[in-house]
């Protein structure tokens, strides 16, 4: 059962498009350039923000993350960006490469009124993704009680260093919360996380571990306009 309610309102994307080699991520990038690469998704009905961010860890992964103000919207666009992708790119059109959430009443940016802009970030900033996927709604329920105490995600975006700190619920998979964060560098982000592990109980150090996060660079050059 799912802890968001608002069943109308704004989602956020996280679309991660595998390539074959690097190669075929730089070859993202160019179409990414073209009229009817980023422009499309950004002129789309409903689009509120649409960047990308390379992988540091996989040299073939890039991170496209949206913001959308309705599921509706985006499942148009998906489908229409399925229609006009080349073959090279369709593998990253199937649903499973989508990680579609509704961001937490617990979150630090929620109903704040341009949040799509704290994921603008700057030429030496890092994003990160942090999936926590549980056993059970219960220990989901208590993490996500946790983040809107000010131990919790308020307590990292206070963190010296920190841009923006978002808590999101995964509307299309069970019991899983996500967090994306932004980070002056990587030096700071690495001692926000092992602050975190020196700090944290023990239930949750599984969460914690490099498996579940994954840093990311905006691809220079593709910054939204819009913020």
């Given at each position: 059962m799912l802890i968001t309610n608002d069943n109308d309102g704004p989602v956020t994307v996280v679309h991660t498009l595998t390539f074959a080699d690097a190669q075929q991520r730089k070859m993202f990038h160019q179409y990414a350039d073209q009229p009817d690469g980023l422009p499309v998704a950004r002129g789309a009905t409903g689009n509120m923000f649409a960047c990308p961010y390379d992988s540091l860890r996989d040299d073939n992964i890039v991170y496209m993350v949206s913001?959308?103000?309705?599921?509706?919207?985006?499942?148009?666009?998906?489908?229409?960006?399925?229609?006009?992708?080349?073959?090279?790119?369709?593998?990253?059109?199937?649903?499973?490469?989508?990680?579609?959430?509704?961001?937490?009443?617990?979150?630090?940016?929620?109903?704040?009124?341009?949040?799509?802009?704290?994921?603008?970030?700057?030429?030496?900033?890092?994003?990160?993704?942090?999936?926590?996927?549980?056993?059970?709604?219960?220990?989901?329920?208590?993490?996500?009680?946790?983040?809107?105490?000010?131990?919790?995600?308020?307590?990292?975006?206070?963190?010296?260093?920190?841009?923006?700190?978002?808590?999101?619920?995964?509307?299309?998979?069970?019991?899983?919360?996500?967090?994306?964060?932004?980070?002056?560098?990587?030096?700071?982000?690495v001692a926000y996380r092992q602050n975190r592990r020196d700090t944290a109980p023990e239930a949750i150090q599984r969460f914690l571990s490099d498996e579940v996060m994954v840093q990311s660079k905006m691809v220079e050059g593709f910054e939204d306009p819009r913020v």
């Open positions: 913001r959308w103000e309705t599921k509706k919207d985006w499942d148009t666009y998906f489908a229409h960006r399925k229609e006009i992708s080349p073959d090279w790119f369709l593998p990253n059109c199937e649903p499973e490469t989508a990680l579609i959430t509704r961001e937490l009443d617990s979150s630090p940016t929620k109903n704040k009124s341009a949040g799509e802009r704290a994921f603008a970030l700057g030429k030496d900033a890092v994003l990160n993704l942090h999936i926590w996927q549980f056993d059970n709604a219960e220990l989901r329920d208590e993490v996500n009680s946790f983040w809107g105490q000010e131990p919790g995600l308020p307590a990292s975006a206070l963190y010296p260093g920190n841009l923006f700190v978002s808590g999101f619920e995964a509307i299309e998979r069970e019991n899983q919360l996500v967090a994306l964060n932004g980070w002056e560098s990587m030096d700071v982000f």
